[in-house]
């Protein structure tokens, strides 16, 4: 399978992006969002929301992509929130089965990450010892697998 969406996805990060953002905004062609309102509205959840090291800002944007294709409007039943919750939690679940956790601390672990709000500078020596990008690669290449296998769903949803 090819990957467009994980290949845009490595290209904003390593241009600078947060990780959620990279996610989310790689997705506008399909979730019809203008690119720059969709770096805006994502830039909150890099370094895990903020940079607070909770739920990997790629996974974020995984739920959020996912809740603009296949999410609840105002008409809805009770099964029809639990289907979406188990979606989400079907994306998390494949997220962790690539490396064990959705949570960014634990993601970086053994590497020296704090909680502060200024994030680190993107030089050389930053692309070159963290494995930020490759959780990047990994939650667009979920999305795009899951996009496939749900089309009938997206197209409704995509018509409302």
Same mark, same amino acid.
């Given at each position: %399978?090819?990957?467009?969406?994980?290949?845009?996805?490595?290209?904003? #990060?390593a241009g600078g992006m947060n990780c959620a953002q990279s996610v989310f905004a790689a997705f506008s062609d399909i979730t019809g969002l203008d690119g720059e309102f969709a770096l805006?509205?994502?830039?909150? #959840?890099?370094g895990g929301m903020g940079r607070m090291r909770e739920v990997c800002g790629t996974c974020s944007? %995984? #739920? %959020?992509v996912a809740g603009i294709l296949y999410g609840l409007g105002e008409n809805f039943t009770h099964e029809d929130k639990t289907a979406h919750y188990k979606r989400i939690q079907e994306l998390a679940s494949r997220f962790r089965e690539k490396h064990d956790t959705i949570i960014c601390r634990e993601l970086l672990k053994g590497l020296s990450v704090t909680s502060t709000p200024e994030p680190e500078k993107r030089t050389a020596q930053y692309y070159k010892v963290r494995p930020c990008i490759k959780f990047v690669r990994t939650a667009a290449e979920i999305l795009e697998e899951y996009i496939a296998e749900n089309p009938q769903m997206h197209a409704v949803n995509a018509k409302s």
């Open positions: %399978m090819d990957y467009p969406h994980a290949e845009k996805a490595c290209e904003l #990060f805006k509205i994502s830039s909150s #959840f890099g944007a %995984m #739920f %959020m």
